[in-house]
């Protein structure tokens, strides 16, 4: 998931407040969730197994796996598809000729890709921080990159052993992009769920920052699959998903938000994911701001709201909320004082890469 600039396309009046605000909204969900992004990033590297299990204990609802493909078709959970950032892909010496320039989404990218791998050579690398300038590196090295089919595997045995479900908010990645090299995710990512006695029953939340996928998902969920839901993410206000721009089409998801758009997402997804300060913006001087009404037309719309991401360094946080001036800080206090202004704001769930701060912010309000 990505950084957006929603205070500045706010200011610009992209989206509108189309209803007054009351002090709190009350969220629509029954309970409302605690989703470890990417596991527990924040203390694992991200994407690990050793990371959604430290996402769990901590107490997180729902563990989320982002989704790429390799060469020979397998679903393995990495960021992105360029993995030099999250692997030690780039200490392979029988790799370094692997190495090259491809257009993503519209974007140059350099690096090492996923699908220019077979599973069993991406098995041979290891896991490291994407972020070591804010956070340890000292897990680097150990972990291999799983698979949605182990990622399941490993959920289940840990529902077992906590005796509670454990969701799955699997993101599908680059969709378009994938589909055009051949490699089409959405029916391989249904088969795999379904293919496993857990993913049949468990809480699954199938996300997108595109359009096109989520409503042919929709359309081959029908009523087979009460337990799974999707998810339409939102990236920045004046940018456009990528199967749009592949059609020529024009809207951008700052259209997505308005109270028309809103009640479109609802004919085929369940719930919105916007960037945090898509609810609430920063004010100028940084520190957090008013909320925007987009939970209540959300809510309106009878779509939950599940921002993204909360995250326990000092730099990441709203100015008021800072511990110190280290922007690198691991400030515990600043992220519950921001989860819980966020929770009175009315969201449903919420991605954090601490899933402990999360369920602390949650459960002692």
Do not use: C
């Not at 929603?6 to 610009?12: E, G, M, Q, R, S």
């Not at 779509?303 to 800080?329: C, I, M, S």
Request: glycine fraction near 8%; aromatic fraction near 8%.
């Amino acid at each position: 998931m990505k950084s957006l600039s929603w205070a500045i396309a706010l200011t610009a009046g992209i989206l509108v407040m189309s209803a007054p605000l009351a002090a709190k909204e009350a969220p629509i969900a029954a309970k409302v969730l605690v989703i470890g992004h990417r596991g527990a990033s924040a203390l694992r590297p991200e994407h690990t197994l050793a990371s959604y299990s430290k996402a769990i204990a901590d107490g997180a609802d729902f563990i989320e796996p982002d989704l790429v493909m390799t060469r020979d078709g397998a679903l393995v959970a990495r960021h992105e598809n360029e993995i030099s950032g999250t692997t030690d892909v780039a200490k392979h010496p029988e790799f370094a000729g692997r190495k090259t320039t491809k257009s993503v989404d519209g974007n140059n990218v350099t690096g090492w890709f996923t699908e220019d791998f077979t599973l069993a050579e991406l098995k041979t690398l290891r896991a490291r921080e994407r972020l070591p300038q804010f956070r340890s590196t000292q897990y680097d090295g150990q972990f291999q990159i799983p698979t949605l089919d182990e990622i399941i595997d490993f959920v289940a045995a840990q529902s077992a052993t906590y005796g509670r479900p454990i969701g799955i908010i699997p993101e599908i990645k680059h969709g378009t992009y994938f589909q055009k090299i051949g490699l089409p995710m959405e029916q391989r990512v249904l088969g795999t769920l379904d293919a496993h006695a857990y993913t049949r029953t468990a809480p699954v939340e199938i996300q997108s920052f595109e359009i096109t996928n989520l409503r042919y998902l929709r359309g081959k969920l029908g009523k087979n699959h009460p337990n799974i839901r999707l998810l339409q993410l939102i990236d920045d206000a004046d940018t456009q998903p990528f199967d749009v721009v592949v059609a020529g089409g024009k809207l951008r998801y700052a259209d997505m938000l308005t109270p028309a758009g809103l009640r479109d997402i609802a004919t085929y997804a369940d719930a919105i994911g916007p960037n945090t300060r898509a609810i609430i913006p920063l004010a100028s001087d940084g520190s957090l701001g008013e909320p925007t009404s987009l939970v209540h037309d959300a809510h309106a719309a009878k779509l939950e709201v599940h921002p993204y991401t909360f995250r326990p360094e000092n730099h990441f946080q709203a100015k008021n909320f800072w511990q110190g001036t280290d922007p690198k800080q691991f400030n515990e206090n600043g992220s519950v004082a921001e989860i819980r202004a966020y929770l009175d704001a009315g969201i449903d769930a919420f991605f954090t890469d601490d899933p402990a701060l999360g369920r602390r912010a949650l459960d002692t309000r």
